[in-house]
């Protein structure tokens, strides 16, 4: 494993490191950030997952979560997922069946299990874990939440894909990553998950109300229908004003951080 970046921030170090995936067959950048507690102590993992377009300086340049993680000790792990559209990156954070894709993307088990393996090895980690995103990786921190319970202490997400099974980003990718079987794509959809009867102790969600892709990609009221309908504990805010970008993220990554480490205490 390289460090190929090094930042003093808010007492603490945003890093980045490269290293070779075993699950993808290729090399993967992720940031990590340490907070001052990291010196003397091993603290619990915040993983954020990014949506298209977005590699893993986006979160650690734009979010401002570095304030935050040293505030309540947490250390946050921020995989690259660089992709824009079909066929390039993170490819909604499953397991492709079908090829050429099947070769590289499996960012499933790449976040659920060999991230995680190299954070502890590597890092002053506990196992005591919690996950979060924004889009596309708001719609993998579900899944892996949804599909691993035991996994992860608490998930949260911003403007998440819901149901990607019923929208066009999620239809185009699944039908080239894992085919035309759609029963195949009910395991990488919160909302077929949820109504498939896989719970969770609770959901925090949030989302602009001035967000381009709201009505037509994303579709939150269904997420939140189908919570309520299932008797799942979910939070969800919606803003007006606020749109899909980092400047929604940062006015409200305070709020997440805190509410996973608080969650991240109690479970201790």
Request: with cysteine; net charge negative.
């Amino acid at each position: 494993m390289e460090l190929i970046e090094q930042h003093a921030s808010s007492g603490g170090w945003q890093n980045v490191y490269r290293h070779y995936s075993q699950s993808l067959n290729c090399e993967m950048n992720f940031g990590v950030y340490l907070p001052p507690k990291a010196v003397t102590e091993k603290l619990p993992v915040l993983y954020w997952l990014s949506g298209l377009t977005c590699t893993e300086q986006n979160f650690i340049t734009k979010s401002g979560m570095q304030h935050y993680a040293a505030r309540h000790n947490v250390i946050v792990v921020v995989p690259d997922a660089d992709s824009y559209d079909l066929g390039q990156g993170a490819g909604f954070y499953l397991n492709a069946t079908e090829q050429p894709w099947n070769v590289h993307y499996r960012m499933y088990d790449y976040i659920l299990r060999e991230l995680p393996d190299v954070v502890m090895n590597h890092f002053p980690a506990t196992a005591r874990k919690s996950i979060s995103g924004h889009s596309m990786g708001g719609l993998g921190a579900l899944v892996l939440a949804l599909r691993n319970p035991g996994e992860y202490v608490s998930v949260s997400a911003f403007s998440p894909i819901v149901s990607p099974s019923q929208v066009p980003w999620g239809q185009q990718a699944f039908s080239a990553y894992l085919g035309e079987n759609r029963k195949t794509w009910e395991a990488y959809d919160p909302v077929s998950l949820i109504l498939q009867g896989e719970k969770l102790p609770e959901i925090f969600i949030d989302q602009g109300l001035s967000d381009a892709f709201y009505e037509e990609q994303l579709r939150t009221k269904i997420l939140e229908r189908v919570c309520n309908e299932m008797n799942l504990n979910a939070s969800f805010r919606y803003h007006t004003g606020y749109d899909h970008s980092y400047y929604f993220i940062s006015s409200f990554i305070g709020e997440h951080i805190a509410y996973h480490a608080n969650r991240l205490r109690l479970s201790a």
